[in-house]
T-cell receptor, first 107, second 116 residues
Framework: KNEVEQSPQNLTAQEGEFITINCSYS?????LHWLQQHPGGGIVSLFM???GKKKHGRLIATINIQEKHSSLHITASHPRDSAVYIC?????????FGAGTRLTVKP | GAGVSQSPSNKVTEKGKDVELRCDPI?????LYWYRQRLGQGLEFLIY????????KSGLPSDRFSAERTGESVSTLTIQRTQQEDSAVYLC??????????????FGAGSRLTVL
């Protein structure tokens, strides 16, 4: 079992829909990161969380430390949100990645 | 610099040759990370440098891999006697000091290595 599990693996949505991507982890972490990998391969760090909730534009990330679970929400999704979203957790001197969620938003 | 700079952006080499990949982190960022992403696969953590501390090399896939960092600046990832399974995009990221692992990461564009 991977230390970091993401769901769903693939997600197709219509423009404007509310999107939720989930991440569960099994280790004690110091932080959780949500990353966005564009079709061209570039990676952007969206959020770094150690507790609570963060919001940036149409993106919201939450984390529940007790339940070892995080969610990434996208409100009013747009085709430019199409990308792979990766959950990563850091602990000790290590980092583990989820397999990613491929999001396609259709116009 | 303004961002994390990696070179070369693309490298094609023959099996058995050594390659060196370079990462220039954001100025002032004391933490530097190397990752690997094989085609169609997820990210894989390789090694992490924090300031002048000795790096934890346990994530390196084999003893053919080594990484160095000069102070808090440039890092090089060296792969000796390359194998075809080393073909991947090698990504570098940096973050500022203070929280160690809990900082937001800034990624470079990656170095795509192809071993023939």
């Amino acid at each position: 079992k991977n230390e970091v599990e993401q769901s769903p693996q693939n997600l197709t949505a219509q423009e404007g829909e509310f999107i939720t991507i989930n991440c569960s982890y099994s280790v004690g972490i110091s932080a959780l990161h949500w990353l966005q990998q564009h079709p061209g391969g570039g990676i952007v760090s969206l959020f770094m969380l150690s507790s609570g909730k963060k919001k940036h534009g149409r993106l919201i990330a939450t984390i529940n430390i007790q339940e070892k679970h995080s969610s990434l929400h996208i409100t009013a999704s747009h085709p430019r949100d199409s990308a792979v979203y990766i959950c990563a957790v850091s602990y000790n001197n290590d980092m583990r990645f989820g397999a990613g969620t491929r999001l396609t938003v259709k116009p | 610099g303004a961002g994390v700079s990696q070179s070369p952006s693309n490298k094609v080499t023959e099996k058995g040759k050594d390659v060196e990949l370079r990462c220039d982190p954001i100025s002032g960022h004391t933490a530097l990370y190397w990752y690997r992403q094989r085609l169609g696969q997820g990210l894989e953590f390789l090694i992490y440098f924090q300031g002048n501390s000795a790096p934890d090399k346990s994530g390196l896939p084999s003893d053919r891999f080594s990484a160095e960092r000069t102070g808090e600046s440039v890092s090089t990832l060296t792969i000796q006697r390359t194998q075809q399974e080393d073909s991947a995009v090698y990504l570098c990221a940096s973050s500022s000091t203070g929280w160690g692992w809990a900082n937001v990461l800034t990624f470079g564009a990656g170095s795509r290595l192809t071993v023939l």
